[in-house]
């Protein structure tokens, strides 16, 4: 095979797997971030709102600032919104959300607070001892603590990780 030939075939395989990431499993196509994320704050139901989070962290890095703001915006209180959110935030490792997942750490429902936890966890590189099912007061201590680390790494943190999106 000449050289033209081999480059037409690394296209090929470079387009299918292309392909394969963009596409989820089932075949279907994801919306863009930002329609998933108006599903996310404006969905009629809690259903639709859900999906819409899930579907959004599965496009990956490309959907950290959507993520960041359909976290930071969503006032509603469920777990099965919250929780791919800030899996979300995990995955993508941002610093920028953890304010918020602090908040969440104080949630009523400990699946949203352990996620929120170990989410903060995973982007601090470090384990604190938050933990979701805690005492109150133990919890309170423990977030205490992680927000006066954070605190104190944040100039850091802004300094090594500069970002020009909102």
Do not use: C
């Amino acid at each position: 095979m000449n050289g033209k030939g081999w480059i037409l075939v690394f296209g090929v395989v470079a387009g299918g797997l292309a392909l394969w990431m963009w596409l989820p499993r089932g075949g279907e196509r994801l919306d863009p971030p930002e329609v998933l994320e108006q599903r996310v704050l404006q969905g009629p139901t809690v259903e639709i709102q859900s999906k819409a989070a899930a579907d959004m962290v599965r496009h990956g890095e490309q959907a950290r600032p959507v993520v960041r703001r359909a976290l930071a915006e969503y006032r509603g209180n469920d777990p099965d919104v919250l929780m791919p959110l800030a899996q979300g935030a995990m995955k993508q490792r941002d610093w920028q959300s953890l304010p918020r997942l602090f908040e969440l750490m104080e949630h009523p429902d400990p699946r949203v607070r352990g996620k929120a936890g170990a989410a903060a966890a995973v982007i601090m590189d470090a384990d604190y001892g938050f933990r979701a099912e805690a005492p109150p007061d133990k919890r309170r201590e423990a977030l205490l603590r992680i927000r006066l680390i954070h605190s104190n790494m944040l100039p850091e943190l802004q300094r090594a990780y500069p970002e020009k999106e909102p």
